[in-house]
């Protein structure tokens, strides 16, 4: 978070039609003030989901709910549908320059969409697979993983947007293969690895997203650069969950 201005200047040299509003263009104080909204909306973010999968956890048919999402492979690809729907009203309300009510609505409908499509593997750990340790474990290394990546990507203060097309196609074959997987008939079992190149996949994520929080969003927009961070995180704690799982269950 030091002074980016001679790498902004560095950028509207080489970008003429770079945003004068995005928070590059405007001073250090601006630019802290909009990194600190934003990760404290992150960090509110991230504790509701921990109280609401918490609470979910505790209620009886959303323990049944747990339960089917998980046996259920054309459940789960409903699950996913939805899930997808509502993560693009969430995007499209939160990205909202005109009502910051709507923007919090954003924000509020995907914890609660993440709440509920980790679910069944929280569900799975807690009760069958390593138990709370093995989910704080998780939530310990992808803090740390995260922290790492945002070190990165604040001190080199380099615009990764690069990265966004490779994003696009690894989302593509990442989201085809789950699709595959869960389809009848069709004998594709994504293993430890595919957790590993997906861990890798949300790093390269968590490393966009946080780039883009200076060099993309404008100063008004800290709760949708905060969902969007939100995300990349809880894909990165979905895998390390997923193949800590997969390593408790093999011993």
Do not use: C
Not at 50 to 68: C, D, G, N, S, Y
Not at 152 to 166: E, I, N, R, W, Y
Not at 189 to 211: E, K, P, Q
Not at 230 to 241: D, H, T
């Amino acid at each position: 978070m030091q002074d980016y201005t001679n790498q902004n200047n560095q950028d509207n040299n080489q970008n003429p039609y770079a945003s004068p509003y995005s928070v590059a263009a405007q001073n250090e104080n601006v630019r802290a003030e909009f990194i600190r909204k934003t990760y404290a909306h992150l960090a509110g973010a991230i504790a509701a989901f921990a109280v609401l999968e918490w609470v979910l956890l505790q209620i009886p048919v959303f323990q049944k709910l747990a339960m089917t999402m998980a046996t259920s492979g054309s459940g789960w690809l409903i699950v996913l549908g939805l899930f997808m729907v509502a993560s693009i009203i969430a995007n499209k309300w939160a990205m909202s320059n005109t009502s910051i009510q709507k923007q919090y609505l954003g924000l509020g409908l995907y914890v609660l969409a993440e709440a509920l499509i980790f679910l069944p593997m929280i569900y799975m750990a807690s009760e069958f697979v390593g138990g709370q340790a093995l989910i704080a474990k998780a939530g310990f290394m992808t803090g740390a993983l995260v922290a790492g990546i945002t070190l990165v990507a604040f001190t080199t203060k380099k615009d990764f947007s690069m990265l966004g097309g490779f994003l696009k196609v690894g989302g593509f074959i990442a989201l085809g293969l789950i699709v595959l997987s869960y389809i009848p008939g069709v004998n594709l079992d994504l293993g430890v690895w595919f957790s590993a190149a997906m861990i890798v996949f949300a790093s390269v994520s968590v490393l966009y997203t946080t780039s883009n929080i200076i060099h993309q969003y404008n100063t008004n927009q800290y709760v949708a650069a905060s969902l969007a961070l939100f995300a990349s995180v809880a894909l990165l704690f979905w895998y390390i969950l997923r193949i800590l799982m997969a390593f408790a269950s093999s011993e």
